[in-house]
């Protein structure tokens, strides 16, 4: 007959603490990595609004530098002080220097065609007033309203306007102010013509023009803005 040896039970409280399984803390999860993502294309940066003096958009046309016969003076203070807008500068040359509102530089500009160009509507009306010439062209045969029609400078065309320059006057390349306006002023550029045409025709209907023309153009002006609209 065999023998079964009695089984001997230890209640885990009886064992030595050697033998009792401590419960191992848990081990710290590694941080994932970051899967790799592709980066965004680098973003290209808007067109610099670069022009004579980093503040304006540059004007459509690339003028030349030739002089063309025309006394030619370099950056002299007028034009650097609309250039800057300095007031008080701008007042100081006039002061000095009243003949310089009849200066010219190497592209041909005026004092007016740098202000209707940097949109210093006070300062052209100033110079307008001291009998600077509103449709003086240069060596492209741009007017300052060419300028403040490419610069989208309404006011400066208005102020043009209001001291009677050509608002339809073709430069060298066959193009008037309306042909370079920016959008932004092109269809009040517009509006102003037939305006100024509507009042052409009545003045001369209301004087009685006859044989000089002066109704007929004023009629066809109207009607090519009217077409153009």
């Given at each position: 007959?065999?023998?079964?040896?009695?089984?001997?039970?230890?209640?885990?409280?009886?064992?030595?603490?050697?033998?009792?399984?401590?419960?191992?803390?848990?081990?710290?999860?590694?941080?994932?990595?970051?899967?790799?993502?592709?980066?965004?294309?680098?973003?290209?940066?808007?067109?610099?609004?670069?022009?004579?003096?980093?503040?304006?958009?540059?004007?459509?046309?690339?003028?030349?530098?030739?002089?063309?016969?025309?006394?030619?003076?370099?950056?002299?203070?007028?034009?650097?002080?609309?250039?800057?807008?300095?007031?008080?500068?701008?007042?100081?040359?006039?002061?000095?220097?009243?003949?310089?509102?009849?200066e010219t530089n190497k592209n041909g500009w005026t004092p007016a065609h740098q202000a209707?160009?940097?949109?210093?509507?006070?300062?052209?009306?100033?110079?307008?007033?001291?009998?600077?010439?509103?449709?003086?062209?240069?060596?492209?045969?741009?007017?300052?309203?060419?300028?403040?029609?490419?610069?989208?400078?309404?006011?400066?065309?208005?102020?043009?306007?209001?001291?009677?320059?050509?608002?339809?006057?073709?430069?060298?390349?066959?193009?008037?102010?309306?042909?370079?306006?920016?959008?932004?002023?092109?269809?009040?550029?517009?509006?102003?013509?037939?305006?100024?045409?509507?009042?052409?025709?009545?003045?001369?209907?209301?004087?009685?023009?006859?044989?000089?023309?002066?109704?007929?153009?004023?009629?066809?002006?109207?009607?090519?803005?009217?077409?153009?609209?």
């Open positions: 007959m065999m023998m079964t040896s009695p089984v001997i039970r230890f209640s885990r409280s009886s064992l030595p603490l050697a033998s009792v399984r401590k419960k191992s803390a848990p081990c710290p999860r590694r941080p994932r990595a970051a899967s790799p993502r592709a980066l965004p294309p680098a973003r290209t940066p808007p067109r610099a609004r670069v022009a004579m003096g980093g503040q304006k958009k540059p004007a459509k046309k690339k003028k030349s530098s030739s002089s063309g016969g025309a006394k030619v003076s370099s950056q002299t203070p007028v034009f650097g002080s609309i250039e800057d807008g300095d007031a008080e500068e701008f007042a100081e040359c006039l002061a000095r220097t009243p003949q310089c509102v009849h209707a160009f940097s949109g210093e509507v006070e300062m052209l009306k100033t110079l307008i007033a001291r009998g600077a010439a509103v449709d003086k062209r240069d060596h492209d045969g741009d007017t300052p309203v060419h300028y403040a029609a490419a610069q989208g400078e309404m006011d400066c065309i208005r102020a043009l306007a209001d001291a009677g320059c050509a608002l339809e006057l073709k430069d060298n390349d066959g193009e008037t102010p309306v042909d370079v306006a920016s959008k932004a002023v092109k269809k009040d550029l517009k509006a102003l013509i037939k305006e100024r045409a509507e009042r052409a025709e009545k003045k001369g209907e209301e004087e009685g023009v006859g044989g000089d023309g002066g109704v007929e153009e004023a009629a066809a002006t109207l009607a090519a803005a009217s077409i153009e609209d």
